[in-house]
T-cell receptor, first 114, second 110 residues
Framework: GAGVSQSPRYKVTKRGQDVALRCDPI?????LYWYRQALGQGPEFLTY????????KSGLPNDRFSAERPEGSISTLTIQRTEQRDSAMYRC????????????FGPGTRLTVL | KQEVTQIPAALSVPEGENLVLNCSFT??????LQWFRQDPGKGLTSLLL?????REQTSGRLNASLDKSSGRSTLYIAASQPGDSATYLC?????????FGAGTTVTVRA
């Protein structure tokens, strides 16, 4: 596609529910990244994929968070048993290759946990 | 852990004035530094990327400098316009993950 797309753009859920956030990277981009951005702050790294392999998940806050990219394209970030502190903007980015390449960001998913 | 600081947090200028946005980082072992623009409800738009071996990068009215040894980058925007109003984020790439500052929110008054 022309750019990185994310869905849904907005998600409101009740505490304790599971949510799945989707990222569709730029076609042909090998690397995919997830970040989380709190209000008034810059994004913080969550996890990184090279093709389908999850290379780094050190930024995932706890084991309620998981991510996958089974075919090396679309990725899903799943949050189980959501809590109010999970409310944030979740941003996905992709790059042609990893390392020093420019990262291109999608519009983000605004998650609100009531 | 890489710490990235942006000063000032907010800036308001009249149209036509030049903008100077500052970014500092603690670990000079970086691949590159990117400047992004963030508009409400939209994604992050990459403005400029400076490789660690470069001193500056220019695109139109934008110019970014990098002094890796002192851990500093500056984004200059010449002849500001109301359409430049946005939050500008600096991000340092140490391996593959970006470390962001909190941003500078710019308002250009017509």
């Amino acid at each position: 596609g022309a750019g990185v797309s994310q869905s849904p753009r907005y998600k409101v859920t009740k505490r304790g529910q599971d949510v799945a956030l989707r990222c569709d990277p730029i076609s042909g981009h090998v690397s995919l990244y997830w970040y989380r951005q709190a209000l008034g702050q810059g994004p913080e790294f969550l996890t990184y994929f090279n093709y389908e392999a999850q290379q780094d998940k050190s930024g995932l806050p706890n084991d309620r968070f998981s991510a996958e990219r089974p075919e090396g394209s679309i990725s899903t970030l799943t949050i189980q048993r959501t809590e109010q502190r999970d409310s944030a903007m979740y941003r996905c980015a992709s790059s042609l290759t990893g390392g020093a390449d420019t990262q291109y960001f999608g519009p983000g998913t605004r998650l609100t946990v009531l | 852990k890489q710490e990235v600081t942006q000063i000032p947090a907010a800036l308001s200028v009249p149209e036509g004035e030049n903008l100077v946005l500052n970014c500092s980082f603690t670990d000079s072992a970086i691949y590159n530094l990117q400047w992004f623009r963030q508009d409400p409800g939209k994604g992050l738009t990459s403005l400029l990327l400076i490789q660690s071996s470069q001193r500056e990068q220019t695109s139109g009215r934008l110019n970014a400098s990098l002094d890796k040894s002192s851990g500093r980058s500056t984004l200059y925007i010449a002849a500001s316009q109301p359409g430049d109003s946005a939050t500008y984020l600096c991000a340092v790439n140490g391996d593959y993950k970006l470390s962001f500052g909190a941003g500078t929110t710019v308002t250009v008054r017509a």
